[in-house]
């Protein structure tokens, strides 16, 4: 393989992992601007999305378990957000982080109860493990391209729902400022009930497309959550289109970095930009230095 098919080869395995690490960190940041709550659980959705698909493939057809997975997940969010979040009167966003990683706990010792230690996948949406795509000399899965088709209309249909929709156009309103959002007369609770399950539904969305790829294990959800959180940070806490930059730069970065450094340091390379982000702009690259969330998108 020559150096230019092996650049493509990682810069197209950097983009495949850097658009799932997208998917959570808008999760992220749809949470974030609606109620002010980083919720480390959003990998857990991913978790569950896979699991639940796989379970459900054995007596449904694959399109259908995964359309219910996703409902499943969503309406589990929306359920979260309910009975822990809802009721909560003078929190601080310490309470808040607390809350969600035991609720990350929680829903991981479930999943192991009801799902065990083994590693499980769906089928490829299309073609089989052994086929490949070559693409300039780099080969390329055929669920790799499912997985980029999945996060670009995801990222569309975001983009739209946030800025043409009555509902978008609401949540932004609470994140930009409640208090006039509550008199304007939009219900803040519910606004914050849809955040939870819309980021639930994309999190579980990406849990199905990548499950072939990187299986589905009971304890994936937390590493997940943190290349999201480090995503989220990267491209702007608060701005859910500018986590696709930051998804897609950990992604290429961590799969160059194979090239250079042994496999054990592969992690690092979230932290390092995280820490590195944090120094020099903690807004992010493209949020304000107010924190506010939620703009034009």
Not at 16 to 44: D, H, R, W
Not at 47 to 74: E, K, N, Q, S, Y
Not at 132 to 153: E, H, N
Request: proline share 4%; aromatic share 8%; with cysteine.
């Amino acid at each position: 393989m020559g150096d230019d098919s092996l650049f493509l080869q990682y810069l197209l395995s950097g983009i495949t992992k850097g658009s799932i690490y997208a998917v959570v960190a808008i999760g992220f940041n749809l949470i974030y601007s609606a109620t002010g709550v980083l919720n480390f659980a959003q990998g857990e959705f991913v978790m569950l999305g896979g699991m639940i698909a796989v379970t459900l493939c054995a007596f449904l057809p694959l399109p259908v378990a995964v359309a219910a997975a996703v409902v499943i997940v969503a309406l589990t969010g929306c359920l979260l957000e309910i009975l822990f979040f809802r009721k909560l009167r003078h929190h601080t966003i310490m309470h808040m982080i607390i809350i969600t990683i035991g609720l990350s706990i929680v829903i991981q010792e479930v999943a192991l109860h009801l799902w065990d230690e083994k590693v499980r996948s769906l089928p490829y949406f299309s073609g089989s493990e052994v086929s490949s795509i070559r693409i300039f000399g780099a080969s390329v899965s055929p669920q790799v391209l499912w997985v980029l088709g999945t996060v670009a209309v995801v990222v569309v249909l975001l983009h739209a729902f946030l800025r043409y929709t009555l509902q978008g156009r609401a949540m932004r309103a609470c994140s930009s400022n409640p208090d006039a959002a509550m008199l304007s007369g939009i219900n803040i609770s519910n606004m914050r009930t849809l955040s939870f399950g819309l980021s639930a539904a994309l999190g579980a969305l990406a849990g199905c497309v990548i499950s072939p790829i990187t299986m589905t294990h009971y304890e994936m959800g937390a590493p997940l959550a943190i290349k999201g959180f480090a995503a989220a940070i990267l491209g702007g806490l608060g701005n859910p289109m500018a986590s696709v930059v930051g998804g897609l730069l950990i992604g290429v970065i961590e799969a160059f970095s194979v090239s250079k450094l042994p496999a054990a340091y592969n992690d690092v390379t979230a932290f390092a930009l995280l820490l590195l982000m944090l120094f020099v702009r903690p807004h992010g690259l493209f949020g304000s230095p107010s924190g506010e969330s939620v703009r034009e998108v």
